[in-house]
């Protein structure tokens, strides 16, 4: 069985296409890269995988996804998140979440803070290790 497997995915947004078929078998213990042009559908393909397609209220997508065996679709999106994450090349937040919030959305989650000022605590290390402190603490 596959880690992951995509059978005939296809995406449109409104009458437009931009995923026609998309079939992928990913063994377990691999390092699998998707490569190809700029505007072929790497991350497109890496949005459906882990639902943030589903930010998008124009995106249709047919087809498949199965992450050891089972159907992502029928997955919790949170629990399926825990397992499959997404670093982007350029800075990509959850719409309509402020910096703070995006960046303490996984401490949250996952219960890793005990009260609101631990939580801040944490959000501003991890701002400060990015190098990004300074420039949006009055962002927040």
């Not at 501003?124 to 009055?138: C, N």
Request: charged fraction near 30%.
């Amino acid at each position: 069985m596959a880690r992951l497997e995509i059978k005939d995915l296809k995406l449109s947004f409104g009458s437009v296409e931009v995923l026609r078929g998309v079939n992928l078998h990913v063994p377990d213990r691999t390092i699998t890269a998707l490569m190809g042009p700029s505007g072929s559908g790497k991350s497109t393909i890496l949005r459906v995988i882990n639902r943030l397609i589903e930010l998008y209220p124009e995106a249709r997508v047919k087809g498949d996804v199965l992450l050891d065996g089972r159907s992502i679709f029928e997955m919790d999106v949170v629990e399926l998140r825990k397992r499959v994450q997404m670093i982007f090349q350029i800075p990509n937040p959850i719409p309509n979440m402020s910096i703070f919030e995006n960046v303490a959305l996984g401490l949250k989650l996952n219960r890793l803070v005990n009260n609101k000022k631990e939580l801040f605590q944490r959000v501003k290390e991890a701002l400060e290790k990015a190098q990004l402190w300074e420039e949006v603490k009055d962002r927040l």
